[in-house]
């Protein structure tokens, strides 16, 4: 099963930009990779997706324009470029890759492996 780790999370003030990385242990070029986040209190929730091939990729409402995800199939890495943070973007925020080269909205299911999580906090 693939490992993943993410990094790159830590204190940002509002408006400022953070970059998260999350690094596989095998190859994930044939499959649809996440990232999604968990607030104290709340559910865990999704971010943003990216297809195998790159090409589509899918945000949630609250971070469209904001973040953008890519990946790197050559070093097994995708990454969250977060800009103008806002407080409510405070989080625990984790990867996961798929078990399909597609990404489709509303299905729990298709989430393979998962980080541990990297801490983002954005200060006032």
């Known amino acids: 099963q693939v490992q993943l780790v993410e990094s790159g999370g830590g204190l940002a003030q509002v408006g400022g930009s953070l970059r998260l990385s999350c690094a596989a242990s095998?190859?994930?070029?044939?499959?649809?990779m996440g990232w999604f986040r968990q607030a104290p209190g709340k559910e865990r929730e999704f971010v943003a997706a990216i297809n195998w091939s790159g090409k589509s990729t899918y945000y949630a409402d609250s971070v469209k324009g904001r973040f953008t995800i890519s990946r790197d199939d050559a070093k097994n890495t995708v990454y969250l470029q977060m800009n103008s943070l806002k407080p409510d973007d405070t989080a625990v925020y984790s990867c996961a890759v798929g078990t399909s080269p597609y990404y489709y909205a509303n299905n729990g299911d298709q989430w393979g492996s998962w980080g541990q999580g990297t801490q983002v906090t954005v200060s006032s």
């Open positions: 095998g190859r994930t070029s044939t499959y649809a």
